[in-house]
């Protein structure tokens, strides 16, 4: 799984590369080549590509984009309630604030791209999906969870990650075709936003989990990151087969 390697490779470039990461970053590779991602593989890239040739496809694409952002930042705003550990917690609070931000920027993306597609009325329902976190705001406080159950949520977030920038740079080029040269310098802050933070949430999950291996816990990292990548790849099959390619 060289491409898959190489691309992460570049995307965590800014802090070191994979070289920085050696302990998790072996563990995915395995993992990779034990099973290869249907993400990693050029039918995949195809299939999308011919997808997104219709906008209405597109449009429908971004919109369930920011559904899935928003239900990701309420998630990572929860886990985070459970996590003791303050740097830990204050990660994932940002991530889930991020997250947050992106629901309204994919909707932003559709009213750049279509300026005509959705109404004001629309426009405004649409936004609503949002939680509208914030980093002054509280996250609900719980019960501390398990570090095991911590470690298998950031596992399966990171790989999450890893197919959203993924999925991101089929993305961009599509959108660059069809946005009008007026509003190319608002798309392009939009991607350039969104590109940046979800490296930020890669690298920062990429991190965690080594530091993890690191400090005892790698074979259990290891089987983890082998059978959520496993499970993962499942169900992104599932999502094609429903012609579902989740951007985000
Ligand atoms: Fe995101
Ligand atoms: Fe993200």
């Known amino acids: 799984m060289k491409v898959l390697h190489e691309l992460l490779d570049r995307e965590l470039h800014d802090s ?9 970053c072996q563990h995915l590779r395995a993992a990779f080549e034990d099973d290869p991602p249907p993400y990693s593989q050029a039918w995949y890239g195809d299939a999308f590509r011919n997808l ?17 952002e928003a239900s ?26 991020d997250e947050s931000g992106h629901s309204v920027m994919y909707i932003s993306l559709v009213d750049t791209i279509f300026p005509d597609a959705v109404s004001k009325e629309q426009r405004r329902e649409l936004l609503a999906v949002s939680p509208r976190l914030k980093l002054d705001d509280e996250v609900p406080a719980s019960e ?8 298998d949520q950031v596992v399966q977030i990171n790989l999450g990650e890893f197919r959203t ?13 069809i946005c009008s040269k ?12 969104l590109a940046r933070e ?30 959520r990548s496993s499970f993962f790849n499942r169900l992104t099959m599932a999502e094609v087969g429903e012609q579902r390619f989740a951007v985000s």
């Open 165 to 177: 920038r993924l999925h991101q740079l089929l993305m961009e080029p599509v959108i660059r075709a």
């Open 52 to 68: 997104s040739s219709n906008p209405f496809w597109l449009i429908q694409c971004l919109i369930s984009n920011a559904a899935k």
């Open 72 to 97: 990701g930042a309420l998630e990572l705003w929860q886990l985070a309630g459970g996590v003791a550990d303050d740097r830990i917690r204050s990660l994932l609070k940002q991530h889930a604030v």
């Open 182 to 193: 007026e509003r190319s310098r608002k798309m392009d802050a939009i991607l350039r936003i």
């Open 16 to 24: 070191g590369g994979v070289g920085a990461y050696p302990s998790y």
């Open 198 to 227: 979800e490296r930020n949430h890669l690298r920062y999950t990429t991190g965690l989990l080594n530091d993890w291996c690191e400090s005892g816990h790698s074979n259990y990292v290891g089987d983890l990151v082998r059978r």
């Open 144 to 151: 501390p969870l398990e570090t095991d159950f911590i470690i």
